[in-house]
């Protein structure tokens, strides 16, 4: 991301539209945005910390792109922002701005709901350091 931004002379960011999801992540306590990024190049698959810039504010937040292995994986990558303190909860056909700060890791495959949300819980501690 770092070389990405200095080549573009800006932070690299994802402009789309919230749609609606599978809603895994409500299930799980981390609700999520899904983004149709519409065209726009996104990064690789992984876990990021990000800012999200919603209605001319900005937003800390945990961003997942990828085909969620744990839940049968998807055809096409799914790009789902949990946002800090963002206390509107319908957020459907609003456009996002996401720009990405640092990779936390790779995706991978949990063997159950419990792990992936810990690991979930361990992102998100790791984002909030990260964007203080």
């Given at each position: 991301?770092?070389?990405a931004s200095t080549l573009l002379g800006r932070r690299v960011s994802v402009l789309g539209t919230v749609v609606h999801g599978s809603k895994v992540g409500r299930v799980l306590g981390y609700p999520t945005a899904n983004v149709?990024?519409?065209h726009e190049a996104?990064?690789?698959?992984?876990?990021?910390a990000v800012e999200v810039k919603y209605r001319d504010k900005l937003y800390g937040g945990v961003l997942n792109?990828?085909?969620k292995p744990?839940?049968?994986k998807s055809a096409e990558p799914v790009v789902e922002a949990h946002i800090f303190g963002l206390k509107k909860r319908h957020?459907?056909?609003?456009d996002l701005e996401i720009f990405f700060v640092k990779k936390l890791r790779d995706e991978r495959h949990f063997h159950n709901k419990e792990?992936?949300?810990n690991a979930i819980r361990q992102d998100v501690l790791n984002a909030?350091?990260?964007l203080k």
């Open positions: 991301m770092e070389g149709n990024p519409h996104i990064p690789p698959s992984g876990v990021y792109i990828g085909f744990t839940f049968g957020i459907y056909g609003e792990s992936l949300s909030r350091r990260i």
